[in-house]
C-alpha cells in the first residue's frame, strides 16, 4: 500500500523537491493546512461539548458571533480557538517546514477563516472580541510555527548528528586530551619564610 508521503512526492514529481516558490505545492499546502485547521478545531469543539453535555454545532466553528464575552460559552470557544493555533504550530512545522515561509501560511489560514466565516454567516464580522481572537491567535502561529520551523531547520543542519553520537555515547575525544579533575599540573607555588 502506497504511503501518503509518497503521493505527495508523485503529485509534484515535475519540479525539484527543494523548490519552495511551486504555485501547485503552495495551494497544496494551504488546503492541507486549512484542513487540518479545521479537523482539529472540530474534534476539539467536539469533545468539549460531550465532555460538558453541550450540544455540538457547527456554527462554534465557522460563526464568528458565538465568540463573545458575555458568556461563559463564547470565552470557552476563545479558549478552544488558541489551543487550536498552539495544536496548528505542529501542523505547520511539519507540512510546511521552511522558517521563511511560515508566516505566510500561519496569516494565510487566518484570511482564509475570515473568508469562510463571512461567507458562512453573511455578515461581515464586527465582534471586536472575535478579532482581538484573530490577531491573537495569528501573532500566536506566527511566532511559535517560525521558531519551530527554524529549530526544526537548524536541528537537523547542525546538531541532528552530533546529539544522535551523544545519545549513543559514541562521541570519542582524541587521546590525552581528557582533563581529569583529579589529576592537575604541578606548581610550584612560592611559600612565606619568616
Known amino acids: 500500500m ?61 460563526s464568528w458571533e458565538l465568540v463573545s464575552s458575555d458568556n461563559a460559552m463564547g470565552l470557552i470557544l476563545f479558549a478552544m480557538w488558541l489551543f487550536d493555533s498552539l495544536l496548528c504550530v505542529f501542523f505547520v512545522t511539519i507540512i510546511v517546514g521552511r522558517s521563511k515561509l511560515a508566516w505566510d501560511f500561519a496569516v494565510t489560514v487566518h484570511i482564509i477563516n475570515l473568508l469562510v466565516v463571512w461567507f458562512y454567516t453573511g455578515k461581515f464580522p464586527t465582534s471586536v472580541l472575535w478579532w482581538c481572537l484573530q490577531v491573537l491567535s495569528a501573532v500566536l502561529l506566527v511566532a511559535l510555527s517560525t521558531y ?43 611559600t612565606e619564610s619568616t
Open 148 to 190: 519551530s520551523t527554524r529549530w526544526k531547520e537548524l536541528r537537523t543542519t547542525f546538531f541532528d548528528n552530533m546529539l544522535d553520537q551523544q545519545e549513543l555515547g559514541q562521541v570519542r575525544h582524541p587521546e590525552g586530551s581528557a582533563i581529569e579533575l583529579n589529576v592537575l599540573p604541578k606548581t610550584s607555588v612560592p
Open 2 to 62: 502506497p504511503s501518503l508521503s509518497s503521493g505527495y512526492t508523485r503529485l509534484f514529481s515535475n519540479y525539484q523537491s527543494n523548490d519552495i516558490t511551486n504555485p501547485s505545492k503552495l495551494l497544496f499546502q494551504i488546503i492541507i493546512l486549512q484542513c487540518f485547521y479545521y479537523l482539529t478545531a472540530l474534534v476539539i469543539f467536539y469533545l468539549v461539548a460531550s465532555l460538558n453535555g453541550y450540544d455540538f454545532k457547527m456554527d462554534w466553528i465557522f
